[in-house]
């Protein structure tokens, strides 16, 4: 497969970290120091179907497709306000498409496995544009008293539209199964039969074993595909990771031992929004005509589960 056109779409309410110290006991440098991040965007007004619609609309336009030429449509999203209908139902009918449509919940890996699924399709069935869309509304799922968390995530969908190619080189996708690390929990709805004890709350977050997971998994996915496609470190163009904590992303640019340069960020202003994070981020890139056609770019990411996913692709759009 390859990548035909992007797409995003970001709420638009700015949350600044002044803004966050008049009910957290926290500070701007407190956060800046430890994150990277200075700002982020947050659903007030907005609807995230809205919102992962518009990101889907922005990538067809980039790619020079109709709703009517989309084959397929894979959706990945953590939570949203509908437990049912899946939400990428509700985007097709708001662009405007007919096609069959896929939800996935791999949270912030979730971009990399649906690239490996559309890729799949792409080469099994009779298919030739998927439309793949991230909408993610964390900062729904926060305990916005716990200073820990609520400060790492903002609110954003990002979108591409892939057809048959070549320029997917290497992908590997990983699961380990470390849910105390990173996890929420909801109350379903009660029944006459209920007499377990459940629990209810925002999301509950181990940082320090979240980030040595994070960083060993990425190195240890990138140095695979690396190898799987049979090429160094210094071949690739631009690392474009998931954009959870800029001392994740410093980490890893030790390990590969690449300049600063390759590591585009737009954490400092967004924060970390899931697995709209690397879409969005490629979008930045590809309207701010900073991607080549040739290049080679390594996505890599990692999420709650604990998922991780790492891939090469050859930009040639």
């Known amino acids: 497969m390859r990548i035909i056109g992007t797409g995003s779409a970001r709420p638009s ?34 609807n995230l179907e809205d919102l992962a619609s518009t990101a889907a609309l922005r990538a067809m336009e980039d790619a020079g497709v ?18 049912t209908p899946g939400l990428g139902c509700i985007i097709q009918g708001k ?58 995530f903002g609110d954003a969908a990002g ?4 057809t048959k190619g070549d320029d997917l080189k290497a992908i590997r996708l990983s699961t380990h199964c470390k849910v105390e690390a990173l996890y ?14 459940e629990s209810d709350g925002g999301v509950v977050m181990n940082g320090q074993d979240v980030f040595k997971l994070a960083v060993s998994s990425s190195i240890k996915d990138i140095d695979k595909v690396l190898g799987m496609a049979g090429i160094t470190a210094d071949d690739i163009d631009l690392y474009v990771l998931h954009q959870a904590n800029v001392r994740i992303i410093e980490a890893i640019q030790h390990f590969v031992k690449q300049d600063r340069s390759k590591f585009p960020v ?41 998922t991780t996913g790492a891939c090469i692709l050859r930009w040639s759009k």
């Open 184 to 197: 929420q929990k909801r109350k379903l709805q009660p029944t006459p039969f209920l007499t377990k004890e």
């Open 13 to 46: 309410l700015v949350v600044t970290n002044a803004m966050l110290e008049n009910f957290l006991d926290t500070s701007d440098e407190w956060i800046v120091t430890r994150t990277g991040i200075h700002e982020r965007r947050v659903i007030s007004s907005e």
């Open 66 to 83: 109709t709703p009517e030429q989309i084959d397929f449509i894979i959706c990945s999203n953590v939570v949203n306000e509908y437990v």
């Open 266 to 306: 737009n954490l400092n202003k967004y924060g970390n929004v899931s697995s709209a994070s690397i879409p969005a981020l490629l979008d930045d890139l590809n309207r701010g005509n900073k991607l080549r056609t040739g290049e080679m770019l390594l996505l890599s990411a990692f999420g709650a589960g604990f």
């Open 159 to 162: 979108a591409a539209v892939v």
């Open 95 to 152: 662009i405007g498409a007919t096609c069959p449509t896929m939800d996935i919940n791999c949270a912030c890996t979730g971009f990399i496995y649906a690239l490996d699924i559309a890729e799949s399709y792409l080469a099994t069935k009779d298919m030739k544009n998927i439309l793949i869309v991230c909408a993610e509304e964390p900062s729904r799922m926060m305990n916005w008293k716990d200073r820990s968390s609520c400060i790492l």
